[in-house]
């Protein structure tokens, strides 16, 4: 072989692979700056364990994702071998493995001969898999799946002839640490004549030379970009969990939200690099599995279109091309695709990179809202009552303390009244919602706790116009809320609400102020723990089957004290449904999704009630209104009502306090 042909071929291979991830790496420069270098060390061990270790893509129930972990762990340990390979190949003369003592190359002769078994059998095995057992969440059959497992393949295939060749030639000296190498070597080179070995070795290292050279300059415009840029994306995932969405200030001659690809920041376009397009996210989207149009994995696969589309034309001070939001081609997202989601947070939950979905999706509809006044006719009155009455439904704020009338409940006192019980628009107005209120107020009566209510002045947290994009009315409504709550010193708060409770809790941390906020179920444990409440066994509710909602669950890590409480109360553990705790499914109403309709696919509470039924309940335990709500409306649909309650857990305790 020539040197100075290699030399060249390989210098301008790299040269050209560097060229391709220069185009594609510097259109992230278009995004937003966004600090994601904090607290390194945090970050670094993270990577060692979500990335390196291969954490999450082995968990969650997906067992195929051994498979991935061979195979990453393989490529891992064939980077340096094909690192070598390609300075060798410029430089044979000063930098081989087998130049290292017998004691370190004879050993790593072995280490790398396993690894090329198990990336060459990971590959048949994920290639069967496409063929013949194609899962519903991937994209299994795709042509750029096919090259780049074809590629690996054939690297593997190039790798052991060659070590074979050289075998069959009398020059490895390694021979008893290349068991694999051997066996090729006496099955299919022991026949040919010595004075023709050196051809084989020839053809088999460019074979090699070529698959490696074609496979790096290949990978930067596939999607296996994300080999190069999902251990960094876990390196710059966020923190903190994703339970709140970044604030916009708002003054004259900002934009509001995403509408263009440049509006996002450059770890939201990072993101879309680093896509395996594994379809996790999909697989365990509510939406998507109720035939609605979101598809979480193609909202960020449209993100990344548009990016190579546009980025270039941006760069270059042209206008854009490609329409962000607007649909009808890929690249571009519908409206109805960013409406259809629920932020209910599993598609990130499960996500083995990291890619943060819903602030994403919230992002755009922003836009839609702030900047375009788009969006669906249920919300523009839902919108206008959050505006004039502070409420979705626009009814009075002297409403609001309705329910009280059949129970003893003062009104928060400044200085002597401990914690406030945040309502909730649901609490106050809802008539059925209104019973865990009373329920609630039993209970807190019962521990002897120190605690009033607003009544009538009591605003609504803003949660649902937040997660349906409408930042200006929610910046308006906390700025009201933290008022009155200084005004009233008010530090403490219990909601019932998991919406009321990430928002208070989460979303206002944003605006400066730290509450205490308590969600009912973790208020009534610790009480029942303290021994302030005595409870009466309940054994009139049957099978109690449990629902994880989201937002108490997912968002905030909420999932044994509800659990722990109906256990105390019945003696049992409850009746745990397929998709529970973190992958619990969602009842269908958050998100904003509780104020719009459901037009497409099958009804997300009723695929939840579905699933609740397979398990012979004659009590579904819920612990948000929300949930509450979506669980009744679809037993009532499946005309099960008469022989399934839905009961809040409040009120649970309340019926079991002694």
């Known amino acids: 072989m020539s040197l100075n042909i290699s030399t060249i071929i390989f210098a301008a291979a790299i040269i050209l692979f560097c060229w391709s991830c220069y185009g594609r790496f510097r259109l992230l420069l278009l995004g937003r700056a966004e600090n994601r270098f904090n607290d390194l060390s945090k970050r670094i061990r993270g990577m060692l364990y979500y990335a390196f270790g291969q954490r999450c893509t082995v968990s969650h129930g997906y067992y195929f994702g051994l498979n991935h972990l061979v195979l990453f762990w393989s490529f891992m340990i064939l980077l340096v071998a094909n690192t070598e390979f390609l300075l060798e190949g410029m430089f044979p003369d000063s930098i081989s493995f087998s130049l290292f003592p017998r004691g370190v190359y004879h050993p790593l002769a072995l280490i790398i001969e396993i690894a090329s078994v198990l990336a060459l059998l990971a590959v048949c095995i994920a290639i069967t898999r496409r063929l013949a057992f194609p899962p ?333 994009g409408n930042e200006f009315v929610f910046d308006r409504m906390v700025l009201e809320n933290i008022r009155i709550f200084k005004q009233k010193g008010i530090k403490k708060i219990i909601t019932q609400c998991p919406h009321c409770y990430n928002t208070l809790k989460n979303d206002y941390r944003q605006y400066g102020v730290e509450l205490e906020v308590i969600h009912h179920t973790e208020l009534i444990s610790n009480m029942i723990k303290a021994g302030k409440l005595e409870l009466n066994g309940l054994k009139d509710l049957g099978n109690v089957v449990f629902h994880d909602s989201c937002y108490l669950g997912r968002y905030n890590g909420i999932y044994e004290a509800p659990r722990n409480i109906i256990a105390s109360i019945t003696g049992l553990v409850p009746t745990e449904m397929e998709h529970r705790l973190e992958k619990s499914f969602c009842c269908g109403a958050g998100g904003g999704r509780m104020w719009m309709e459901e037009n497409t696919g099958k009804r997300i509470n009723a695929a939840r009630v579905e699933e609740a039924l397979k398990k012979d309940p004659r009590t579904i335990c819920v612990c948000c209104p929300y949930c509450l709500t979506m669980f009744e409306d679809g037993l009532k649909a499946k005309k099960a009502d008469d022989r399934v309650q839905v009961l809040d857990l409040a009120e649970i305790v309340s019926e079991a306090l002694k």
């Open 136 to 468: 519903s969440y991937i994209e299994a059959r795709s042509r750029d799946a096919f090259i780049i497992l074809g590629l690996i393949a054939l690297l593997m295939v190039a790798f052991f002839g060659l070590l074979a060749s050289e075998i069959a030639n009398g020059s490895e000296e390694a021979i008893s640490y290349m068991p694999i190498s051997k066996f090729v070597a006496t099955t299919f080179f022991s026949h040919i004549p010595s004075e023709n070995l050196g051809g084989y070795i020839n053809a088999f290292w460019w074979f090699h030379a070529i698959v490696l050279l074609g496979f790096l300059n290949y990978l930067p415009y596939s999607k296996h970009v994300h080999i190069l840029t999902g251990i960094p994306n876990v390196f710059f995932r966020s923190l903190v969990k994703i339970n709140t969405q970044p604030r916009e200030e708002f003054k004259k001659g900002n934009v509001f939200g995403v509408g263009q690809i440049d509006q996002f920041t450059w770890k939201g376009l990072f993101d879309s690099y680093s896509c395996t397009e594994c379809g996790r996210c999909s697989d365990n989207c509510p939406a998507t599995a109720t035939g609605k149009l979101l598809n979480p994995r193609l909202v960020i696969h449209d993100i990344k279109v548009n990016l190579l589309k546009n980025g270039p034309l941006i760069i270059k001070n042209k206008e854009a091309e490609l329409p962000l939001i607007g649909g009808g081609r890929e690249g571009s997202i519908a409206d109805e695709v960013l409406w259809a989601c629920t932020t209910c947070g599993a598609c990130m939950e499960v996500c083995p990179v990291f890619i943060e979905h819903v602030p994403r999706i919230v992002d755009m509809r922003r836009n839609l809202v702030e900047m375009n006044a788009k969006v669906p006719d249920e919300l523009l009155s839902m919108f206008e009552n959050m505006e004039q009455r502070s409420n979705p439904w626009g009814i009075v704020p002297a409403e609001r303390v309705k329910w009280v009338t059949d129970v003893n409940v003062k009104s928060f006192e400044t200085g002597k009244t401990e914690y406030l019980f945040y309502v909730g628009c649901f609490g106050a107005f809802d008539v059925r919602s209104r019973r865990v209120s009373l329920a609630i107020s039993k209970i807190l009566n019962a521990s002897g706790i120190s605690w009033g209510i607003l009544g009538k002045d009591e605003l609504c947290c803003g949660d649902s116009l937040r997660r349906l």
